[in-house]
């Protein structure tokens, strides 16, 4: 991979401001509007703000772990940092677009590369409607809310809420509930990414839900539309010995 300028992000924590610290002694770090790659040091969190935040740069990120953690990352030593990086394959994740519409009627858009998810904002559970490309598949869901998770997301917060793990190229989306009431026994769909999901709020006035495209959320929402996006994509680097389909599927087998 031809990466001739290398812009170091790190996150405030000190493990990241270490990392820095003694990779600056093997490469000199480019400004980051004139970087080949951006190398992002900390954890998934902060690679996901690193993503939204410099998107328009259009250049591959490669994450250099110093969370816990570090699905989206790599785990290096500073000195071996630009060797890796030269050796690293490039994975393309193609996010969520998420519209919602709040109680005021008034309309945002946000993306997310891990998961949409609708809570509920008080300690009435939520009622929710799902419409699956126009046709209404489930009349209402009772429960704290509702996960829809990309395949790089599906180990994430839609694995804790008892989601499956999606392979990369499953070309799937996970639809999962958070702690339903009813249907009880209604554990979630996998759906085509092609898909437009349509999320109605009954009664949200009383029963009031949010909605979060990864960390950005809209409060009181009445309709969340969400649809993949398939004209853009974020650019991820990775080490040979951190494969990201591998760590899917190796997840899958971890007690």
């Given amino acids: 991979m031809n990466i001739q300028k290398i812009a170091l992000f790190p996150s405030r924590t000190p493990k990241a401001q270490e990392f820095q610290e003694q990779a600056l002694k093997y490469i000199e770090s480019a400004p980051l509007d004139e970087a080949d790659c951006i190398v992002v040091i900390g954890g998934d969190g902060f690679m996901l703000h690193a993503l939204h935040n410099l998107r328009h740069l259009n250049v591959p990120f490669f994450g250099a772990n110093a969370g816990t953690v570090g699905f989206l990352m790599n785990s290096l030593s500073p000195k071996d940092l630009l060797d890796k990086i030269k050796c690293a394959h490039e994975t393309a994740l193609y996010p969520l677009r998420m519209t919602t519409i709040d109680v005021n009627g008034e309309e945002q858009v946000h993306h997310a590369i891990n998961e949409v998810s609708l809570m509920r904002q008080s300690s009435q559970a939520g009622k929710i409607q799902i419409e699956i490309d126009g046709i209404v ?118 007690p």
């Fill in 137 to 254: 598949r489930l009349e209402e869901l009772v429960s704290d809310g509702v996960i829809v998770s990309t395949p790089a997301g599906s180990t994430a917060y839609n694995l804790s809420a008892h989601g499956p793990i999606i392979p990369l190229g499953a070309n799937l989306l996970a639809l999962t509930p958070i702690s339903p009431f009813r249907p009880r026994r209604w554990r979630g769909a996998l759906l085509p990414s092609s898909v437009k999901i349509k999320l109605m709020v009954l009664n949200p006035q009383e029963r009031a839900v949010s909605a979060s495209a990864d960390y950005q959320m809209v409060e009181n929402v009445e309709q969340v539309t969400i649809e993949q996006v398939t004209d853009s994509f974020f650019r991820l680097l990775f080490t040979e010995d951190h494969n990201l389909d591998d760590r899917i599927i190796r997840e899958q087998f971890t």
